[in-house]
Nanobody, 126 residues
């Protein structure tokens, strides 16, 4: 059974940076197809942020974060990270790490992911 644990959330001022990390236990990320980050703000639906395919590290981003966020994976540490720069108040949300067991392309729909972490809170405020 794959277990995901996110870390790195917190309070940051607008324009600041945070780095989120997702650690896997139980199995290696290399057994799975793709990893993604989603977020959910209060009163809103969960939305796609970024995804990375494990084998070739191809990535895809939501338009709202393109150029500001970077998703990456560390094979040795069995982690997936999300570097978030130039943060804005509208980035405030609970951020979730997710894993897709199989698929095509770069999955952006939550229904294409099979495992989820508990989430980490990010608050962007002055």
């Amino acid at each position: 059974q794959l277990r995901l644990v996110e870390s790195g959330g917190g309070l940051v001022q607008p324009g600041g940076s945070l780095r989120l990390s997702c650690a896997a236990s139980g199995r290696s990320f290399s057994n799975y197809y793709a990893m993604g980050w989603f977020r959910q703000a209060p009163g809103k639906e969960r939305e796609f942020v970024a995804t990375i395919r494990w084998t070739d590290t191809r990535t895809y981003y939501a338009d709202s974060v393109k150029g500001r966020f970077t998703i990456s994976r560390d094979r040795a540490k069995n982690t997936v990270s999300l570097q978030m720069n130039s943060l804005k108040p509208k980035d405030t949300a609970v951020y979730y790490c997710a894993v897709s067991r199989s698929g095509l392309g770069l999955p952006q729909q939550a229904r294409n992911y099979d495992y989820w972490g508990q989430g980490t809170q990010v608050i962007v405020s002055s």
